[in-house]
């Protein structure tokens, strides 16, 4: 079956330091990922963009790698700041209309 | 530039009522989605539709669901006869178009549907 995997588990980490979050996926052939923000009460935020023949992207803090052998994408945030807190959901389409989200990984920067 | 607009934001009805969604996607943009979210889980695609048209359905269930996007005014999402398991987070999202590849949703506020 198709599946989307984020970690489950919330990620803590210390002011400064890299969070990278992972995003598995299987029984997918996806023509682009996406990441989005989301925080507590309120709709996702788009964030980031890569397609199937790209390896990385980046904007600003952020970098998204994107590995079609092993079906994996890892998103990086680097220098993170207690204003990164927020869960951060992984998004596949395979090129039709439909966009499958994972159930997202929530991050806490402590400061 | 307003964003996605959804009202409203909370939404209470007892089972057997019905509950309407609306959804006023960005100026300019012409598709529409709607996910539901339940807590600790992933957005669920529902439906996609353009102006007048309904694209893909394949996520909304069978009963009770239904979506329209009118030539003019908004988006809505209805239920009818809400059930208890209907309590959930309603995301709209919207986007420019598809013509060329991938486009950025943009995800409104959500309304927070709870049937009592």
């Known amino acids: 079956s198709q599946k989307i995997e984020q970690n489950s588990e919330a990620l803590n980490i210390q002011e400064g330091k890299t969070a990278t979050l992972t995003c598995n996926y299987t029984?997918?052939?996806?023509?682009?990922l996406q990441w989005y923000r989301q925080d507590p009460g309120r709709g996702p935020v788009f964030l980031l963009l890569?397609?199937?023949?790209?390896k990385e992207k980046r904007k600003e803090r952020l970098k998204v790698t994107f590995d079609t052998t092993l079906k994996q994408s890892l998103f990086h945030i680097t220098a993170s700041q207690p204003a990164d807190s927020a869960t951060y959901l992984c998004?596949?389409?395979?090129?039709?209309?439909?966009?499958?989200f994972g159930a997202g990984t929530r991050l806490f920067v402590k400061a | 530039n307003a964003g996605v607009m959804q009202n409203p934001r909370h939404l209470v009805r007892r089972r057997g009522q019905e509950a309407r969604l609306r959804c006023s996607p960005m100026?300019?943009?012409?598709?529409v989605y709607w996910y539901r979210q339940l807590p600790e889980e992933g957005l669920k695609f529902m439906v996609y539709?353009?102006?007048?048209?309904?694209?893909?359905e394949s996520g909304m269930p069978k009963e009770r669901f239904s979506a329209e996007f009118p030539k003019e005014g908004p988006s809505i999402l209805r239920i009818q006869q809400v059930v208890r398991g209907d309590s959930a987070a309603y995301f709209c999202?919207?986007?420019?178009?598809?013509?060329?590849?991938?486009?950025?949703?943009?995800f409104g506020p959500g309304t927070r549907l709870l049937v009592l």
């Open positions: 999202a919207s986007s420019r178009n598809r013509d060329r590849g991938p486009e950025t949703q943009y």
């Open positions: 029984n997918y052939s996806p023509a682009y």
């Open positions: 890569i397609r199937e023949n790209e």
């Open positions: 998004a596949l389409n395979t090129g039709g209309f439909k966009t499958i």
């Open positions: 100026k300019g943009h012409s598709h």
């Open positions: 539709l353009q102006k007048e048209n309904i694209i893909d």
